[in-house]
């Protein structure tokens, strides 16, 4: 059983900037994709950024220019560098893994954008 462990949420004002982490239980090279998710209230869940394991990273339109998803294979974690936060930015964030098509979820981490 994979594990994925998220940390980084919290409350920011509007503008500010938040680093979330996941790490996962076995190595980031066993994973055929990778990516961050977000669920706000009375919402769907919806994927934010991604990367496949030899691919380029997806960014939802909503986030371009603002997140950046990255990885330190030395750490084996992953990170969501999220910049200029919004309201609608607020909503909790889960950490997604994909090995063999089979879907991994962490608990996820609230991230709260309100002044």
């Known amino acids: 059983q994979v594990h994925l462990v998220e940390s980084g949420g919290g409350l920011v004002q509007p503008g500010g900037s938040l680093r979330l982490s996941c790490a996962p239980s076995?190595?980031?090279?066993?994973?055929?994709?990778m990516g961050w998710y977000r669920q706000a209230p009375g919402l769907q869940r919806e994927m934010v950024a991604s990367?496949?394991?030899?691919?380029?990273?997806y960014y939802e339109d909503s986030v371009k220019g603002r997140f950046t998803i990255s990885r330190d294979y030395a750490k084996n974690t992953m990170y969501l560098q999220m910049s200029s936060l919004k309201a609608e930015d607020t909503a909790v964030y889960y950490c997604?893994?994909?090995?063999?098509?089979?879907?991994?979820w962490g608990e996820g981490t609230l991230v709260t954008v309100s002044s």
């Open positions: 990367f496949r394991r030899w691919g380029s990273s």
């Open positions: 076995e190595s980031i090279f066993g994973f055929d994709l």
């Open positions: 997604n893994a994909v090995k063999n098509t089979v879907n991994y």
